[in-house]
């Protein structure tokens, strides 16, 4: 069962919407097959919206979302996704002979989760430290990717269904 996310509760309780964060994997993969078309028409929607303020709310919703889930309860990027590494970043881990082969994590899951921890967690590269990537800016260009995170993220999730209630939006 998900966390109740009391900030958005707050904020909506005088319109009577009440939100749960959902943090199920299933439930996220479920969803996301479910609402494929929805999502898309809201895409549409956010083109025709201020990206500036699109980007606000999302960096807002993201600040007040990721806190109340717990990564190492989670792991599921490390699991699903191959992070691009710089050769400077592979140098901390990777013998020099090895770089090309490491280029993009190659072990699916990565070799380097343990326990649902990441093993280099100090050295890890920076594509892994920006994920879900939610603090960059121009949300609404990038939302082919945010898509397919959102199928894997749970922040990424949560942030979507909640920006469209910011928007007031509804699939018709
Ligand atoms: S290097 Fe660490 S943070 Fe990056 S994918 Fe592997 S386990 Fe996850
Ligand atoms: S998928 Fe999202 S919630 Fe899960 S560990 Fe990665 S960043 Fe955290």
Request: aromatic fraction near 12%; hydrophobic fraction near 35%.
């Amino acid at each position: 069962m998900g966390v109740y996310l009391y900030v958005v509760h707050q904020r909506y309780s005088h319109s009577n919407t009440f939100m749960q964060l959902e943090t199920n994997i299933k439930n996220i993969q479920q969803i996301a097959q479910r609402k494929e078309n929805e999502n898309l028409s809201f895409h549409s929607f956010l083109k025709g919206q201020d990206f500036d303020k699109v980007d606000a709310i999302v960096h807002r919703l993201y600040g007040e979302i990721a806190p109340q889930i717990n990564c190492l309860k989670c792991a599921n990027c490390c699991l699903n996704l191959r992070p691009i590494a710089s050769n400077e970043e592979l140098s901390k881990y990777v013998e020099e002979k090895d770089i090309e082969d490491f280029k993009y994590l190659m072990s699916f899951p990565c070799k380097y989760l343990k326990d649902k921890k990441c093993t280099i967690y100090s050295d890890r590269p920076e594509d892994c430290r920006s994920y879900p990537y939610l603090h960059k800016n121009e949300f609404v260009t990038r939302i082919l990717g945010v898509l397919q995170n959102y199928e894997i993220c749970p922040i990424v999730f949560n942030v979507f269904e909640l920006l469209k209630i910011e928007f007031g939006w509804r699939n018709k």
